[in-house]
C-alpha cells in the first residue's frame, strides 16, 4: 500500500490538558469530510484530552468520552465525529468496524491507538503522538509530534499556522 505525501513532522508542547485540548481544536478547524485522524501514545498520554478538544473545534456541545468499552461513540457538529478506541482489538477485528462506511457524508474519524492499525488504512490521515514528560517537565506537559499523511500534508501550511503557539523550536530539549 502506498504511504502518499508525507511531510516534516511538526512537533509541539502543551503544559496543561487544558493547552491539549487547545491546540486539538485549532488542528479541527482544519478537518474536512472523510479526515481520518490517528491517537498514539501511552495510557495517560492525553488522547482523550486530545479528543475532547478537537470535537469542541468541531462544535460539539455534548461530554466526548473514552469508548474503551463500546469501541464506538459519535458526536455531531459541523462535522460528524465517530471516536473510536480500538485499544482491546486485534488486527482481525478491525474490518467488522466498518471505517469506509462511517466515513460517508460529513464525517471525520478519530482513532485512540490508532497507530496499530495505519498499514490498514488509506494514505490520508494525520498522525498524532502523544508522549509524556520526562526529566524537568511538569506532569502535565505533552510534547506531541504531529505527522500529516496525504491530503493532511496538502495542509501542511495551514497545520502548522494552527499550531504556532504551541510549536517547539529547532534545538530545544524534548519532554
Sequence with gaps: MSVGIVAAVIVVRTSSARATAQLAAAIAELARPTDVVLLSGDLGAGKTTF???FGRGLGVTEQITSPTFTLLRSY??????HHLDIYR????EVPDLGLNEMLDGDA?????WGDTIAP????????VRLRLPSGDFGDDDREIEIEPVGRWAAR???????VAPWLVEEGEQPC
Design 51 to 53: 479528543t475532547q478538544g
Design 120 to 127: 490498514l488504512l488509506g494514505a490520508d490521515r494525520l498522525e
Design 89 to 92: 482489538l486485534t488486527l482481525d
Design 108 to 112: 471525520v474519524i478519530l482513532i485512540e
Design 76 to 81: 455531531e457538529g459541523r462535522l460528524t465525529l
Design 156 to 162: 501542511d501550511r495551514a497545520l502548522r499556522a494552527a
